[in-house]
């Protein structure tokens, strides 16, 4: 018999990423919407290769260090994060030597600062404008303010206007209704590409989306792209979200119960070091995290190597020494935890694969 | 001019760990209690070997990976973790062999594994029975079961009886006061270790502790030794909880100014993915963490690389570009977030320094 992983640890199961991959790929042709994943989520030059391999047009990234991992592996990186400061806008201009570089900029102090390093290196960096889209995160603020930062980019040596970004992170949980903040979006879009057009620019990219929104994108006509993340792994924030079902969450913490000392209670080994303190967006309530193999088991308490689980529901209780299985909230900031996932292909032995981007923030 | 660190990133004073470290060294001195610093808070050989030179007897570890980290520092290792299974019991009885290593339990099957393993490679692990004060997380649920266990453990080939461990991390926010739940936490540990003396069995060690209660310890009489880990550096749970002030944080976030563009509001770099989602216990509604330069400004909302920083109380208003600090709420998983910090002695320039057990989550 094998001995069982160390834990905690993460479990990647390929078939469920390869459909998760296929699926919105298949979704992206049909509609003819370009698909830029944000390697942030899985920060692995595996997956992002199985991605490009499906049809995606090219690489999301947050960070320069992401960035810079990830042109390992693709030639078409968007740097989805306002670079502003030197030791980040020199880094890319490097990286813009090489590869197709784009940064989405909401200033013009950033746009300066990436123009003024390429310009040095005598490269030059693709821009998308920022436009805030309700989020209010990033995004200058008013289509006329997006004109205002497109026309200082194209008329800026070492830049190229290459569109419009947005991120509407917002939709998913709006008050009043996903599709009245969808239509929303698109007006904004459009009445920006309008004054845009009319003042002679043109957006060749206009980017946008999430996972939660990424299978409504083709309501959005304006969109040429999108950049999903978490649709590649999924968790229980897409899960309890409705986006997707528990079968299509393909990575799983593996985890071992250490204690069973306090009555109705065992404590597992993932803490908020593994799981991270991130509560379930649609169902703040629900707890640390689904223990697969226990549904009615509830973890409502991390601490920082210890989760305590409430198992005064569960007709059988876990055994202290038994490895339980867990999908985490979101699934994000748990690789970035990991030095390794462990890749499980059907039934054979699973093999272990370096997250090759694993805590680059900056 | 040199250049700004790129951020965000962490920086530590030299001369606050160097006060931090002294002044609880000198209480415990001055109370005759042993200090086991907790090092899952820096996970930093340089700063555990600063704790060894100020008179801490050992070191303490949550997880295997800490311990095999920190034995190449120190010969003396708690692991304050009910370790049960079999690839961190084995890692264990092999330190074991080299080194002094004790492990709280709080279950026959994690001293059995224990055992087992320690016999099959011919050493002897120490043994501190948990007993739990009050925190319900881990320890046995009375004295009884305490004497219980340890009689099992005093009996078992491969291991040694050494003591009793308790965590009264439950006492800071206790609602009845802390006097009170110090007294109950001192009544448990009393009437357990008559119970073992009236069974013939002692307790070399009786472990407890944390930095909230630290300068209280000499409070519970029955404590040999004490086990803070937070102290070292403080964060805003500790300023928020009343037990340290500001100047006493000695790890810092810096962080640039990276969008402005949303009205009285401005973006900084550090996201969940550097400050965490820990919200602070003694304040959840003070927002993620302090900026030290605005003390006015607050940060409500985390995305994974993205703070929201609301500047709407701001006299003067941080431009975009500019470099702020923050101390976090929770500085132990921060630190587990970067793979190295930057360790500032006056006005030198900083040295980055390897965080060794960063990531050792088995």
């Known amino acids: 018999m094998t001995e069982p992983l160390a834990t905690p640890c993460l479990l990647i199961h390929r078939d469920i990423v390869r459909q998760n991959i296929q699926r919105l790929a298949d979704y992206a042709a049909q509609h003819e919407i370009d698909l830029r994943p944000h390697t942030k989520t899985h920060k692995s030059q595996l997956l992002a290769a199985m991605q490009l391999k499906a049809g995606a047009v090219g690489l999301t990234v947050a960070k320069v260090g992401e960035a810079e991992v990830m042109a390992r ?21 490097r990286l813009a030597q090489h590869k197709t570089i784009r940064v989405a900029v909401d200033s013009t102090v950033a746009a300066d600062a990436l123009a003024g390093e390429a310009r040095r290196v005598g490269t030059t960096v693709g821009i998308l404008v920022d436009v805030d889209v309700g989020l209010h995160r990033t995004g200058v603020a008013s289509s006329n303010l997006a004109l205002a930062l497109a026309q200082h980019v194209d008329r800026a040596a070492g830049l190229r206007l290459d569109g419009l970004f947005c991120y509407p992170g917002h939709v998913w949980d709006r008050p009043d209704g996903q599709a009245h903040a969808l239509a929303q979006v698109a ?5 920006t590409l309008d004054l845009w057009w009319r003042h002679g620019l043109e957006a060749k990219i206009v980017s946008g989306g999430s996972t939660p929104t990424a299978y409504q994108s083709h309501l959005i006509r304006e969109l040429s792209e999108i950049r999903p993340g978490t649709y590649v792994l999924n968790d229980m924030n897409t899960v309890r979200g409705g986006f997707c079902s528990l079968s299509d969450c393909a990575a799983q913490i593996l985890s071992t119960v250490v204690s069973n000392a306090v009555p109705n209670q065992v404590v597992l080994d993932a803490g908020s070091k593994t799981l991270t303190s991130d509560l379930c967006r649609p169902a703040p309530d629900s707890g640390h995290g689904y223990i697969v193999e226990y549904p009615d088991a509830r973890i409502p308490a991390l601490t920082e190597e210890h989760a305590q689980v409430d198992i005064s529901r569960c007709a059988t209780k876990p055994q202290i020494g038994e490895q339980v299985t867990i999908i985490p909230n979101h699934i994000c900031p748990c690789m970035n935890l990991q030095d390794s996932f462990w890749w499980q292909e059907g039934d054979a032995t699973p093999e272990a694969v370096r997250i090759d981007a694993r805590g680059m923030v900056s």
């Open 73 to 93: 592996t693709g030639d078409d990186i968007l740097v989805a994060y306002p670079t502003v400061d030197k030791p980040r806008t020199r880094r890319l201009a």
């Open 187 to 191: 007006q904004t879009l459009a009445e």
